[in-house]
T-cell receptor
C-alpha cells in the first residue's frame, strides 16, 4: 500500500514563527502536493512538485514556500506564521504521467493552530 | 476554470437509508472524476473514480456514474451504515494539467444514526 506520512499530526505555533511541515512518501512517486483544508472551502492546492527541486504554485501559495531536496520528501514552510494560516494541511503524492486514471494518495493531515 | 459543486451538508440519515450526494462539474474536455472519503481524524482516501462518459465507479457499496450530458457524478449507496459517517469530496482532473492535479468540491458531511 502507498503510504504518505506527515511527521506532525497536531502543532501549535505562535504568530511570526517559522513553521516546517514534513511529508514523506514510500512509493517512489514523482508528484507531491500540499493542500490546505478549511470548512466550507474544501481542499485548495498550495504547491505542487513534479520532481526533485521542481515546484509549481497552486491556487493559494501566498505566505508559503516548499522544499523538495529528495524525491520522497516534500516540506511546506510557513516563513512567518499568521493566525489565518490555522488550518488542516494535507500532503499527497502520485505517479507522474498516468493519464486519466491517475490516483492521488493522501497523508493523514497536520492540524496547525497559530496563536 | 474548472470547478466542482457539491450539495451542502450535513446529510443526516438513519441506518439502512438510501444515500445520494449530488456533484456537478465544470471543465473543458473530458475530465476524470473522483469521490474521496475522509473519516473523522483521518486524511482522504480514494473511494471510486470514472475516467470517461457513462463509466460507473463502484466500491464498498457506493456507486457513481459519469454523466457527460448533465456534467454530473452523483454518489449513491443503497443502504448506509453508521460506519459510513464521514465527509465526502467530489473531485476532477483534466487534460489541461495532464491529469496530474485535482480540483475539489467543498465536501459533504454524512451523518448516519443507528
Amino acid at each position: 500500500d502507498v503510504k504518505v506520512t506527515q511527521s506532525s499530526r497536531y502543532l501549535v505555533k505562535r504568530t511570526g514563527e517559522k513553521v516546517f511541515l514534513e511529508c514523506v512518501q514510500d512509493m517512489d512517486h514523482e508528484n507531491m502536493f500540499w493542500y490546505r483544508q478549511d470548512p466550507g472551502l474544501g481542499l485548495r492546492l498550495i504547491y505542487f512538485s513534479y520532481d526533485v527541486k521542481m515546484k509549481e504554485k497552486g491556487d493559494i501559495p501566498e505566505g508559503y514556500s516548499v522544499s523538495r531536496e529528495k524525491k520522497e520528501r516534500f516540506s511546506l514552510i510557513l516563513e512567518s506564521a499568521s493566525t489565518n494560516q490555522t488550518s488542516m494541511y494535507l500532503c499527497a503524492s502520485s505517479l507522474f504521467g498516468q493519464g486519466k486514471g491517475n490516483t492521488i494518495y493522501f497523508g493523514e493531515g497536520s492540524w496547525l493552530t497559530v496563536v | 476554470g474548472d470547478s466542482v459543486t457539491q450539495m451542502e451538508g450535513p446529510v443526516t440519515l438513519s441506518e439502512e437509508a438510501f444515500l445520494t450526494i449530488n456533484c456537478t462539474y465544470t471543465a473543458t474536455g473530458y475530465p476524470s472524476l473522483f469521490w474521496y472519503v475522509q473519516y473523522p481524524g483521518e486524511g482522504l482516501q480514494l473511494l471510486l473514480k470514472a475516467t470517461k462518459a457513462d463509466d460507473k465507479g463502484s466500491n464498498k457499496g457506493f456507486e457513481a456514474t459519469y454523466r457527460k450530458e448533465t456534467t454530473s457524478f452523483h454518489l449513491e449507496k443503497g443502504s448506509v451504515q453508521v460506519s459510513d459517517s464521514a465527509v465526502y469530496f467530489c473531485a476532477l482532473s483534466d487534460r489541461d494539467t495532464g491529469f496530474q492535479k485535482l480540483v475539489f468540491g467543498t465536501g459533504t458531511r454524512l451523518l448516519v444514526s443507528p
